[in-house]
C-alpha cells in the first residue's frame, strides 16, 4: 500500500463501508486482520498499518459514544491483558457494543493486582480481561481471580 494525500480519508471510508456493510466478527477475520497482517509483515508498509490502526480505534470510540439505547447497557471493561494490537481490542469493544453492553476498554498490559483494583474501583461493572493466547490449564498459586 502506497500512502499519499488522501489515505486517511480513504482508509476511514473504507473502513466504515465495510464495518457498516457486514458484521464486525466477518470484517475481523475476513477483512482486517488478513489486511494488518501483510502490512505488518512488510516493513514498507507499517506507516500504512498505523493509519489503519487509528482509523479502527478512531470508529470504535465513535461506536462507542454513539450508541443510543433504548434501555440502560450493561457496563463492562474490557482490559487487554498483554502487548498487543490496540485494533485487536478496538474490533472487540465494537462487537461488545453491537451485544448491548456500556464498553470502556483499556489497553494497557498490567499485573493481575493492578486488574482487581481497577475492578474493585468499578464496582458495578463486570471486567473481560482479552487474551489472544491458549489459555493454561491450572491457575498459578496465589493468583486472585477476576469476576
Do not use: H
Not at 482486517?32 to 498499518?49: D, Q, T, V
Amino acid at each position: 500500500m502506497t500512502l499519499k494525500a488522501d489515505s486517511v480519508p480513504r482508509i476511514k471510508i473504507l473502513l466504515s463501508n465495510i464495518l457498516l456493510t457486514y458484521p464486525v466478527n466477518v470484517c475481523r477475520k475476513e477483512i482486517i486482520e488478513p489486511i494488518m497482517a501483510k502490512l505488518e509483515a512488510s516493513g514498507n508498509s507499517l506507516a500504512a498499518a498505523a493509519l489503519l490502526q487509528r482509523e479502527i480505534v478512531d470508529y470504535s470510540v465513535i461506536m462507542l459514544n454513539s450508541k443510543i439505547p433504548a434501555k440502560p447497557l450493561k457496563k463492562l471493561m474490557l482490559i487487554c491483558a498483554q502487548r498487543r494490537p490496540i485494533w485487536k481490542l478496538a474490533i472487540s469493544a465494537i462487537e461488545l457494543t453491537d451485544a448491548n453492553f456500556s464498553v470502556t476498554f483499556i489497553n494497557q498490559p498490567c499485573n493481575m493486582m493492578v486488574w482487581c483494583g481497577l475492578v474493585e474501583k468499578y464496582l458495578n461493572t463486570d471486567c473481560i480481561v482479552f487474551l489472544e493466547d491458549v489459555w493454561r490449564e491450572r491457575k498459578p498459586a496465589n493468583t486472585p481471580s477476576i469476576r
